[in-house]
């Protein structure tokens, strides 16, 4: 199994980038929100967190191996998450994750069917399927921070996704709700600059906040 492919962006297309590693090109299929921040990088190295899957009908005796990629293991690891709700599958997924991950899991976490139901190939029965399968699965995935050439990127600095998901659970383990504990973090996160070194910095920052 590959789970990492790193190498030179060499091209791209609607559903696919085409990865050159040593002798060989690698054709990895990626979701939109995960094409639309490859294209700045034709030409570069690039590092792709990959799943694979093998596509076609075994009826029919034709079998092929496909690659997915994504830029960060939690994102790979939403994918993996959201292929579990029954109907929806690995080609399902690929064609319906035009959204970035946090959007999409804040929608679940919400119960947000109707934002769901208009992801390409997600009609309301599917979406209701996913958040009755994902509701209590997604809240550390909501919570990731947009990054620099996603659609939705905040005006605030980056911050690394385990020190957010740190900072959740020890909320949660506080006595804080799962949707408390994610609205807290991005009411300090989202509108500041600041890049918090661990999570007992942004618990600190929090509470002060909060006061």
Do not use: W
Request: hydrophobic share 40%; aromatic share 8%.
């Amino acid at each position: 199994m590959i789970v990492k492919i790193t190498g030179k962006l060499v091209a791209l297309f609607d559903e696919r980038a085409i990865i050159e590693a040593g002798a060989f090109q690698y054709e990895t299929f990626v979701p939109e929100f995960t094409r639309r921040q490859l294209q700045s990088e034709i030409g570069n190295d690039v590092s792709l967190h990959t799943i694979d899957y093998i596509d076609g009908n075994p009826q029919q005796g034709r079998m092929t191996p496909r690659l997915i990629g994504f830029l960060t293991e939690i994102e790979r690891e939403f994918f993996e998450l959201f292929c579990s709700v029954d109907g929806v599958g690995s080609k399902k997924a690929l064609r319906a994750m035009v959204r970035p991950v946090r959007e999409i899991a804040a929608a679940i976490e919400e119960q947000d069917v109707k934002f769901l139901s208009q992801l390409p190939g997600v009609g309301p029965a599917t979406a209701e399927r996913i958040v009755a399968k994902l509701r209590r699965k997604v809240p550390k995935f909501a919570l990731m921070v947009a990054r620099p050439g996603d659609a939705a990127c905040a005006d605030g600095a980056s911050q690394e996704p385990d020190v957010v998901t740190e900072t959740f659970e020890a909320l949660v383990s506080l006595g804080h709700s799962e949707a408390e504990a994610r609205r807290m973090i991005e009411s300090v996160v989202e509108g500041s600059r600041k890049k918090f070194k661990d999570s007992g910095d942004l618990i600190q920052a929090i509470y002060l906040n909060n006061r």
